[in-house]
Structures are given as C-alpha cells and as structure tokens.
C-alpha cells in the first residue's frame, strides 16, 4: 500500500465521521430535542398550555447543545449513540407517564 492510498483512506474515513456527525447533529439532534420537549410538557407541573411552552423552550436550547455535542464527541458514532440514548430515555418518560395517566 503506498502513502498515496493511505492518505486517501484517511480522507474517506474522515468524512465519513464528519458525515456521521451531521446527521447527528440535524436530525437526531432535532427528534432528541422533540423527544424532550414532550417528554417534559408531561411531567412539567402547572397548566399543560404554560407546561407545553416552558419544554418547548427548554428543548430548543437542548436541540443547540445536542447539536454542539454532536462535533464535541469523540467520534461521530460515540455522537450517535449518546443522542440516541437520550432519545429513547426520554421517549420511556413519555410512554410510561402515557401509560399512567391514560391521556394524550
């Protein structure tokens, strides 16, 4: 293999987690931030309109920060994987509270 082969290798590997980082960032940082804010506007206390507003806010700064860790990660699918998670766990809140109080 010569050197011109391994640069090329790099160059692909490289954008490829570049790429892996966008599609972090965009739309799993965008479903991350919707998973919260509904998750959120369930468990929030006070009235569900102030309740819905109030994560709504708070999942648009989450959806900044998701997007900043998104290029902060180690690697792009260390990226993936952790906004995955934080997805899930708040869809576990939504469906579990769901679940409990019966109501959309």
């Not at 490829?16 to 479903?31: E, K, M, T």
């Not at 180690?74 to 509270?97: F, N």
């Amino acid at each position: 293999m010569t050197a011109g082969d391994l640069h090329a290798r790099a160059r692909w590997a490289r954008r490829g987690d570049i790429g892996l980082r966008v599609v972090a960032a965009v739309p799993l940082g965008y479903a991350t931030a919707s998973m919260w804010a509904m998750a959120l506007a369930r468990i929030l206390p006070g009235e569900r309109t102030e309740a819905t507003v109030t994560a709504t806010l708070i999942a648009l700064a989450l959806c900044a920060v998701a997007a900043m860790w998104a290029f902060a990660a180690r690697s792009g699918w260390r990226a993936l994987w952790t906004l995955g998670v934080a997805a899930g766990i708040a869809a576990a809140i939504a469906w579990v509270s769901i679940d409990a109080t019966g109501r959309l």
